[in-house]
C-alpha cells in the first residue's frame, strides 16, 4: 500500500487492524509481513531520531502523567529538531501549531485540566508544530464536537494539499468520504478494498464488514457521500 501526498483514511469495525497498521507504518510495531518504507529506506533503518524528522505520529490515547502545560506540550513536538538549523522555527512553529487547531487561547493550562476534546487538539498541535511530511493519526476527531471535527480534517486535507502525506483512521465513513482522497476499509485484519472512496464506499461491501446494513447516498447540495445506517422504520 503506497502513501504518497494525499490524505488516506483507514476505515473498517473494531478490531479490524487500523490502528495496528498504523503502529507498523510508524515503526511503533513490526510488520507482520511486507516492508514498511519510508523516503524509500525500510523504516527500521532509520534512527528513532531520525525517524522522528520525517513522520509525526498521533496515538489514539496521548497520555501525559506530569501537569505540562498546553504550550509545553506542544513544545514536545519541536524536541527532534533540537541542536539543528530548524531549531530557529521553535516558537514559530508551537504558535502556527496552537492557532490552527484554536488552542492558543488556554496555553498556559495545564493540558491534565482540560477536557477530552481539548486535550484531543492539543495532541494534533504537537504533531503539526513537529512539522514532518508523513502525518499519522489515529483517531484524532473521536473526542470532539462537530466543529471541531471539521476543523481538524481540514487541517488534514490541507497539509495533503501541500505535498504532505496523511494518513488517518477514522470511524465516521462520511467524514471519510467527505475529506480524504483514498480510503483502505480494513476487514479482519486485511485491506478488502483501497481506492477513492466514491469506488470504495459501496453498500455492499460495507455492509459485509461492518455486519450492518448501511445506505450510501451523494449529498443533495454537494454530492459527497453519506453512509448511514439502514433501519427498520415500524410504526408505533
Not at 479490524?16 to 498504523?22: P, R
Not at 525500510?42 to 528513532?48: F, K, L, R, S
Not at 496552537?98 to 493550562?109: D, N
Not at 453498500?203 to 461492518?210: D, E, F, G, M
Request: hydrophobic share 50%; charged share 25%.
Amino acid at each position: 500500500m503506497a502513501v504518497e501526498g494525499g490524505a488516506l483514511a483507514l476505515v473498517g469495525p473494531n478490531g479490524a487492524g487500523k490502528s495496528t497498521l498504523l503502529a507498523a507504518l510508524a515503526a511503533d510495531l513490526p510488520a507482520a509481513s511486507g516492508a514498511v518504507r519510508v523516503d524509500g529506506r525500510p523504516v527500521g533503518a532509520w534512527a528513532p531520531g531520525e525517524l522522528a524528522l520525517r513522520r509525526a505520529v498521533l496515538p489514539q490515547d496521548p497520555a501525559l502523567a506530569f501537569p505540562f502545560t498546553v504550550r509545553e506540550v506542544v513544545t514536545m513536538g519541536r524536541a527532534p529538531w533540537a541542536g539543528t538549523a530548524a531549531e530557529d522555527e521553535d516558537e514559530e512553529a508551537v504558535a502556527a501549531a496552537m492557532a490552527r487547531v484554536e488552542v492558543a487561547g488556554f496555553a498556559a493550562r495545564p493540558f491534565l485540566a482540560l477536557s477530552g476534546g481539548e486535550r484531543a487538539r492539543v495532541a494534533l498541535a504537537r504533531v503539526l508544530a513537529q512539522r514532518t511530511r508523513l502525518l499519522l493519526l489515529d483517531e484524532p476527531t473521536a473526542a470532539l464536537d462537530l466543529r471541531h471535527q471539521e476543523l481538524v480534517l481540514r487541517v488534514c486535507r490541507d497539509r495533503a494539499a501541500a505535498g504532505d502525506a496523511v494518513v488517518v483512521v477514522l470511524h465516521d465513513l462520511s467524514l471519510a468520504a467527505a475529506h480524504a482522497d483514498r480510503a483502505a476499509v480494513l476487514h479482519e485484519g486485511r485491506i478488502g478494498a483501497d481506492g477513492a472512496p466514491e469506488e470504495v464506499f459501496d453498500a455492499a461491501l460495507l455492509s459485509r464488514v461492518y455486519r450492518q446494513p448501511v445506505e450510501v447516498v451523494p449529498h443533495p447540495r454537494t454530492g459527497e457521500l453519506i453512509v448511514l445506517p439502514r433501519r427498520d422504520v415500524t410504526s408505533l
